[in-house]
């Protein structure tokens, strides 16, 4: 676990130095760094400090690189993006020749989904905050992953009927009647949406609870293949 990175003091290579330990450390498995970093810390040089083989989060460079490839293999998907095609898998949604439309560009959730709906044969379209006419755009979508980090901006009317919408967005809104004072909702207005879509996912209790289980996926593989290193090399 690495601790206090967020501090001024902390440098990359006082962060990079922990990830070597855990690198070399056999009882670990998995490693996952809370992105986004501190601006004063090199994402990068972190991510591609992390061995890949325990590269749980799925956002070595490597990793990436191999999904960004036509018949690229990574040895881990992104754990939200991978959840957010599980979902879809288990809904009944067929991906192959749909158009789907992913609002939103980040390393994290916008970039590698849509990536694996290319790998899944979708017509892609990336939605940001340069695209002209967004809602024209989401208009045409059979599937909607929403992950721009903008509370409820996408609107029912904006849904084509009987569309799959999945909602990444968290973000926390002014609530007086409740005792944080504020309330969880996601990029999708999910009242107005639900009214239109085949099927939608909220916020919270939708893609949360599947990245967990993705990354303890993940995590597992990593577990596995280490034993199966271990036996091939006589170290058990």
């Not at 962060?15 to 009882?27: F, M, P, R, T």
């Not at 340069?130 to 721009?148: F, V």
Request: neutral net charge; charged residues 20%; proline residues 6%.
């Amino acid at each position: 676990m690495i601790k206090n990175c967020s501090r001024i003091g902390c440098s990359d290579s006082d962060v990079i130095k922990q990830v070597d330990e855990l690198n070399a450390n056999s009882d670990v498995h998995g490693i996952l760094v809370q992105l986004p970093l501190p601006k004063h810390i090199n994402e990068e040089k972190v991510l591609t400090g992390i061995r890949i083989e325990k590269d749980v989060d799925g956002f070595h460079p490597l990793n990436i690189g191999k999904l960004a490839m036509k018949g690229g293999e990574p040895l881990f998907l992104p754990c939200t993006p991978k959840d957010c095609l599980e979902l879809l898998s288990r809904s009944g949604i067929s991906i192959k020749g749909k158009k789907a439309v992913v609002v939103g560009r980040s390393n994290i959730v916008g970039l590698p989904v849509s990536l694996l709906l290319l790998k899944a044969n979708a017509t892609v379209t990336t939605v940001h905050s340069c695209t002209s006419d967004p809602e024209s755009i989401i208009r045409e979508a059979d599937i909607i992953i929403a992950a721009a980090g903008q509370p409820m901006m996408i609107k029912g009317s904006w849904i084509k009927p009987g569309a799959a919408v999945i909602d990444v967005g968290t973000n926390a809104v002014d609530d007086p009647s409740r005792k944080t004072g504020y309330r969880l909702v996601g990029d999708v207005d999910f009242e107005e949406v639900s009214k239109r879509a085949g099927w939608i996912y909220p916020v919270p209790g939708g893609v949360g609870p599947m990245t967990v289980a993705m990354l303890l996926k993940n995590t597992l593989e990593s577990a596995k293949c280490s034993l199966d290193r271990q036996n091939l090399w006589g170290l058990s």
